[in-house]
């Protein structure tokens, strides 16, 4: 069975400061990855997509580590906007099913 | 652009009445299909699946059904509604490229 792993959190951090969340996954089938955001009470958008080689989008940085089997995401220079629930996800192959972790929470704190 | 459209935002109702959520996409073809729910301070669970027209796959044993009688429309039922079913209702589409896209929800009270 696929499984998706994040600590649930939260994470307390104040505006400014840099975080870092980690994925774990279990199917070492696993091809691609994503990084979602849901804020309270709304559906999940799409942050980014994790590549192999990582990414950087302004203050995210995703980053993949097959070896290990895990995904991480670092958001620096948090803005209290930032705070919402993020969710890693990976798809296998040729499959049609996600498989979604259950979301780190993030409060940005003035 | 594809755009995704889910209605109602909300919707109570009472124990053992009939339930229809509609779900359209627009801007694309053959699209992979999607309903999830998640339940209060919970993850995302997939409920059904379909790959095209006709074809539905269920994730979990329930009392909800899902349908796709047009290629862009995935409609999510219940002949019977029960407590249990409360929850916030997804509906996704997939591209390959971006991941999942979501519609707006529903959100779902049984009382």
């Known amino acids: 069975r696929k499984e998706v792993e994040q600590d649930p959190g939260p994470f307390n951090v104040p505006e400014g400061a840099t975080v870092a969340f980690n994925c774990t996954y279990s199917?070492?089938?696993?091809?691609?990855f994503f990084w979602y955001r849901q804020d309270c009470r709304k559906e999940p958008k799409l942050l980014m997509s994790v590549y192999s080689s990582g990414n950087e989008d302004g203050r995210f940085t995703a980053q993949l580590n097959r070896a290990s089997q895990y995904i991480s995401l670092l958001i620096r220079d948090s803005k209290l906007s930032d705070s919402a629930t993020y969710l890693c996800?990976?798809?296998?192959?040729?499959?049609?099913?996600?498989?979604f972790g259950r979301g780190t929470s993030l409060i940005v704190h003035p | 652009s594809q755009t995704i459209h889910q209605w109602p935002a909300t919707l109570v109702q009472p124990v053992g009445s009939p339930l229809s959520l509609e779900c359209t996409v627009e801007?694309?073809?053959?699209?992979?299909l999607y309903w999830y729910r998640q339940a209060a301070g919970r993850g995302l669970q997939l409920l059904f699946y379909s790959v095209g027209i006709g074809q539905i796959s269920s994730e979990v044993p329930q009392n909800l059904s899902a349908s796709r009688p047009q290629d862009r429309q995935f409609i999510l039922s219940s002949k019977k509604l029960l407590l249990s079913d409360s929850g916030f209702y997804l509906c996704?589409?997939?591209?390959?490229?971006?991941?999942?896209?979501f519609g707006s929800g529903t959100r779902l009270t049984v009382v």
């Open positions: 801007g694309t073809s053959n699209p992979n």
């Open positions: 199917n070492s089938a696993s091809q691609s």
């Open positions: 996704a589409w997939q591209d390959r490229a971006r991941g999942y896209t």
């Open positions: 996800v990976e798809l296998s192959g040729g499959s049609y099913i996600p498989t």
